[in-house]
């Protein structure tokens, strides 16, 4: 044992400085160390492994004079020979090494961490109280999910293939009328409570009433038995209600189809009574092929022979910014358009946003245009006064384009027409009044290809524009304008009550609050446009002056001045002030619905 002990001095020493520090480094005494290193000489047994190496790693880490700080040089009993086979390493290690000991050595080279202790009795204690925690490793954050762009959504349409506007729809409107008014003489209906909630089957003493309505409106046959139960019958009923009124076909009685059910009979009557004289006089070229739009519906009707073809959800003009009513032809497709920015949103909009905000041209491509087409910088205009409408705006094509991508021309002194728009979430909402006055189009690049059927496509005669010629067409992002082969016939009309040729009576709202009667206080303004009735009464204000009787007695010879008197009234008073307003009630009766034009 001695011998062995002194043939090997320079192997001791060096396995002790190295076992040295590494156990210091682990925070073991050197008196336990030198324990340590001598029992397992005595024995010529290995020394435990130093904390932070693999068993793999003891030859190379034997051969180093100076191990790396934090990581001890393991010993090996047979002296400086040649390093252990990597299968016999597992064998050399300590009888407590667990198995994840592996990849606490991997964590500790990585982090300069010591690992577990060496099998002395005394050691692993130590170690263990010695030994520091690793700080925990910070994980990258992930990268933000991107948001998916919701489904493109619409609206419910009817489905109905009657359209709302066919050759007999103002005498079958005016028909209408008159039935209703029949209704409103007779007393009208009920109105059902507020809070009437009725589900199927379910007994309410309000069922009585609700069927009196239907019954009234043709909704309900004639011939169904009473009953206080909201039975399947009646629940058919409610649903051609809804229909009739453009809402969704649920045969529940919500909030909108009982405000519509409590709508007064009067004021239906006055609403097919108006749009009747609306549609009086109207020379609209109905054939084969016409488009419709009814603006209190927001809907456009593709009309083929008779039926309704496609039937299209809308986005009309807003209350303040109406929709005008036109009757006229489709003439051109116009692929990616550029867009001219009217005066009065240029007044209204463009420059109150130019004075916060400098760049908001730049951003959505419009560009100023002086005159000769020269474009204008900006920055040479004063935004604090108006002197921008006096210049041309212009936005480029694109699909940021407030045209979108197609714009359906249609000549009209109005310079409305229809178009696509890049903010299609209006279209999946049930209330679309929302635009400045033109027709947004849901679905427009199929509206358009039954515009273009019968028109040679791209490649000429043979060729039709499909949804693939339509879309490689407005792809190659050049201003491309389409003729129809023969110009379609359309018409923009406001028609909040309708009938149809099959007996029914449809309705809408008001939404320009043209059906309902001029307020009181307009009757006292002096217009002679208006109403005929205001010249009669202006004149005894005129005649205050009562001198006048008390001159006709002293005038005795009234036999003289009868004559003169007589033909004055008769050329001046009924003929010139009675016939005026005559022309000016019929006027909007002749111009089919000109009242919704001049009111924009």
């Known amino acids: 044992m001695p011998a062995r002990l002194t043939l090997s001095p320079p192997r001791l020493s060096g396995r002790l400085s190295a076992g040295l520090g590494a156990r210091l480094g682990t925070g073991l005494s050197p008196l336990a160390l030198l324990g ?23 030859s190379a880490q034997a051969a180093a004079p100076s191990p790396r700080p934090g990581a001890g040089q393991p010993a090996s009993g047979q002296g400086a020979g040649p390093a252990p086979a990597p299968a016999a390493a597992p064998a050399q290690a300590p009888v407590n090494s667990a198995p994840a000991n592996s990849t606490l050595a991997n964590s500790t080279l990585a982090n300069s961490t010591p690992a577990n202790s060496a099998p002395a009795s005394s050691a692993p204690s130590e170690s263990a109280v010695a030994q520091p925690a690793s700080p925990p490793v910070a994980e990258a954050p992930a990268p933000p999910k ?6 493109l959504v ?35 209906w009920e109105s059902l409570p507020a809070d009437l909630v009725l589900k199927p089957g379910a007994r309410n003493p309000a069922v009585p009433s609700l069927r009196h309505h239907l019954t009234l409106t043709g909704d309900l046959p004639a011939d169904a038995p009473p009953s206080d139960r909201f039975d399947p019958p009646l629940v058919a009923a409610v649903k051609a209600f809804q229909a009739r009124h453009g809402l969704p076909e649920t045969g529940i009685l919500g ?4 405000a519509a059910l409590n709508v007064p009979a009067s004021v239906r009557q006055r609403q097919l009574a108006a749009s009747a004289n609306r549609l009086m006089g109207s020379n609209f070229p109905f054939g084969d092929r016409y488009v419709i739009v009814n603006i209190p519906s927001a809907t456009v009707e593709a009309v083929e022979k008779g039926q309704v073809a496609r039937r299209y959800v809308a986005v009309v003009g807003s209350p303040d910014k109406a929709t005008p009513a036109v009757e006229t032809r489709i003439t051109d497709i116009n692929f990616n358009p550029t867009w001219t920015v009217p005066v009065s949103v240029v007044k209204n909009e463009i420059i109150p946003k130019m004075r916060k905000d400098a760049g908001w041209l730049a951003r959505n491509h419009i560009r100023i245009l002086g005159p000769g087409g020269v474009e204008v910088n900006p920055t040479a205009i004063d935004w604090k006064g108006e002197k921008a409408v006096n210049y041309t705006l212009r936005q480029d094509s694109g699909f940021d384009n407030s045209l979108g991508q197609v714009r359906i021309d249609m000549p009209n002194r109005h310079a409305v027409y229809m178009h696509d728009t890049p903010a299609k979430s209006f279209f999946a909402r049930e209330v679309r009044f929302h ?33 693939i010629e339509i879309e490689t067409g407005i792809a190659a992002g050049d201003r491309r304008d389409i003729k129809p082969v023969k110009p379609i016939p359309v018409a923009f009309l406001y028609l909040t009550g309708y009938a149809t040729p099959d007996g029914r009576a449809h309705f809408r709202d008001d939404i320009y609050n043209l059906d309902s009667p001029a307020p009181p206080a307009a009757a006292a303004v002096p217009d002679v446009q208006t109403t005929g009735a205001i010249t009669p009464r202006a004149a ?4 205050v002056p009562a001198p006048a009787p008390a001159r006709a007695p002293e005038a005795a010879p009234k036999p003289l001045a009868s004559k003169p008197p007589a033909p004055k009234p008769l050329v001046s008073k009924p003929e010139t002030r009675i016939p005026a307003p005559q022309p000016a009630a019929r006027e909007p009766a002749m111009l089919p619905p000109g009242l919704v034009g001049p009111r924009a």
Do not use: I
């Not at 991107?146 to 489904?151: L, M, S």
């Not at 293939?161 to 209704?183: I, K």
């Not at 005894?540 to 005649?543: E, L, Q």
């Open 146 to 151: 991107k948001r998916e762009p919701a489904p």
């Open 154 to 188: 619409y609206a419910r349409v009817s489905t109905d293939p009657v359209p709302t506007v066919a050759p007999g729809t103002f005498l079958d409107t005016l028909r209408m009328a008159e039935r209703y008014q029949a209704f409103v003489e007779a007393g009208g």
């Open 540 to 543: 005894p204000p005129r005649a």
């Open 435 to 467: 635009s400045h006055g033109c027709v947004r189009v849901g679905q427009v690049k199929e509206f358009v290809g039954w515009l273009l059927e019968g028109t040679p496509g791209p490649n000429g005669p043979g060729s039709s524009w499909g949804p």
């Open 36 to 58: 340590a290193l001598g029992a397992a000489a005595a024995q010529g047994l290995p020394p435990a492994t130093v904390p932070g190496t693999l068993p793999g790693q003891a």
């Open 255 to 258: 909030r909108q189809t009982l």
